[in-house]
């Protein structure tokens, strides 16, 4: 009888601690999938993973952009227009030459507009833009922005205007990958369907 009181016991015991580690299980996978399906949750809170000083570069970084009367959609490479502003001048993957986006898309510009090519982040959330002046110094801006990681996404706001909707897909120690899919500009929300621009670390703080 005490035999199978001890066994009941015991059972009732297994029973528990294998629920226990189920729901830990579960729990588990749940934060793995979470992680995978908003990359953001991933970065760490403290900005660890961040911090430092980061570069545009060409190599895996695209747009698509499409037609607004045919729909049909194109992917585009971009060089960075160093004379004008750091305007991302479109071209062709295979060629490497200009594409017009007047003729292709009924675009007015023929730039994908000015973005963020060089820039620094510091700890305590804020950064600063890194433009490269007609002496080819690198020259901090005198204003300081700030950033943030929220659950929809990544923000960053500089000279007082917030750069909404962006994300980044990936972070490790050496790039990551920042996406823009609105824009503020009318003219970019009527051709450009996202931006994806990969960034590589030039130093660490």
């Known amino acids: 009888m005490k035999k199978s009181c001890f066994s009941k016991h015991t059972l009732y015991a297994g029973l528990v601690l294998g629920g226990l580690f ?15 399906n908003n990359v953001i949750t991933a970065a760490p809170i403290k900005h660890s993973q ?7 570069t060409n190599k895996g970084s695209y747009a698509i952009v499409r037609n607004p009367r045919t729909h049909q959609e194109y992917k585009v490479g971009f060089i960075i227009d160093r004379y004008d502003d750091y305007k991302f001048i479109p071209v ?27 820039f620094d982040f510091y700890r305590d959330g804020t950064m600063s833009v890194i433009e490269k002046e007609g002496n080819g110094r690198w020259e901090r ?34 790039e990551f990958e920042l996406t823009q899919t609105k824009f ?18 030039v130093t660490r703080k």
Do not use: C, P
């Open 22 to 36: 189920t729901f830990s299980s579960l729990n588990a996978a749940k934060n793995e999938v979470n992680e995978k």
């Open 50 to 56: 961040i911090v430092g000083t980061w570069e545009l």
């Open 92 to 118: 062709d993957f295979k060629t490497g030459e200009s594409v017009n986006l007047r003729t292709l898309v009924d675009h007015n510009d023929n730039d994908l507009d000015d973005e963020l090519h060089r």
């Open 141 to 174: 801006d005198d204003d300081m922005g700030v950033y943030g990681f929220r659950n929809d996404g990544f923000f960053m706001k500089i000279d007082g205007k917030m750069r909404k909707h962006l994300q980044i897909r990936f972070i490790n120690n050496n």
């Open 184 to 201: 503020n500009d009318s003219d970019l929300r009527r051709v450009v369907v996202k931006k994806v621009m990969r960034y590589v670390r």
